[in-house]
């Protein structure tokens, strides 16, 4: 018996629920970017079980050109976060309150 | 065979995937993000996909989490007093609330079988997933794409130098 497809699927959709649930509840800039990254993880797991239920390749190449984009989104974010901690002391998104009104 | 091997990476990705979120300390956080994503390049093999399962452990493991430590050992973060803040447990509590609806949606959504390949999956095609066959796709179909990400490479390794260089007074 093969693993069906909807068990990629709802696994996918735990670990995404899981990133929203990190990026909506945690204070931690760090902490809301590595769940940003849990998101991306459970959308390549649900490409490539696509990729390979449907017999394309297509899905396996989304996935290498979302981990490029990942790369550069985490290079470019953590240096941002780096950015402002050193203005501010501080990486607690909470504090971060100059445009609010 | 292959349940078995699925049903233990899943759990693996599953329980540290929300340790992740549940820390409260940053850099346990990230070591538990680097068992999630070990665990999903497990799943990657199962998934016939030969090359993305080592890209996964060489770039994101190797290099993205690695990146992340070092900023969380440059940072030198506290260890998170007040995890959950009182004027925040409303949003919390909707945020869990309402993650727990949308996620038994999507598994009475997922769980049936729409596709017929969800019942049959197609028969691959030859060397489905290895290394050539990525690469032919991505110096033929994907070319420009291709192009395209070593030009999203060079901004962001110059936005980030940017960012983070120190500022001379």
Known sequence: MQVPLSAYLILSAYLFLVGVVGVATRRNALIIFMSIELMLNAVNLTFLAFARFLNSMDGQVIVFFVMVVAAAEVAVGLAIIIAIYRNRETVDVAELNLLKW | ?169
Do not use: N
């Open chain 2, 1 to 169: 065979m292959e349940i078995l091997l699925f049903a233990g990476f899943a759990t693996v990705a599953a329980v540290s995937g929300l340790l992740v979120v549940i820390q409260r300390q940053a850099v346990y956080s990230a070591l538990y993000l680097v068992i999630t994503m070990g665990a999903l390049a497990g799943l990657y093999i199962l998934l016939e996909g030969h090359f993305i399962w080592i890209i996964q452990i060489i770039v994101y493991a190797g290099a993205i989490m690695v990146l992340f430590l070092f900023v969380i050992m440059l940072l030198d973060l506290r260890r998170e007093e007040v995890m959950w803040a009182r004027r925040d447990r409303g949003q919390i509590l909707l945020a869990a609330i309402l993650s727990l609806v949308l996620l038994a949606q999507m598994v009475l959504a997922l769980g049936r079988s729409y596709l017929p390949a969800a019942k049959a999956p197609a028969a691959l095609a030859e060397g489905f997933g290895t290394t050539q066959t990525v690469g032919r796709l991505l110096f033929t179909d994907y070319l420009f794409p291709f192009e395209v990400t070593s030009v999203i490479l060079l901004v962001a390794m110059v936005g980030a130098m940017v960012l983070a260089k120190k500022q001379f007074k």
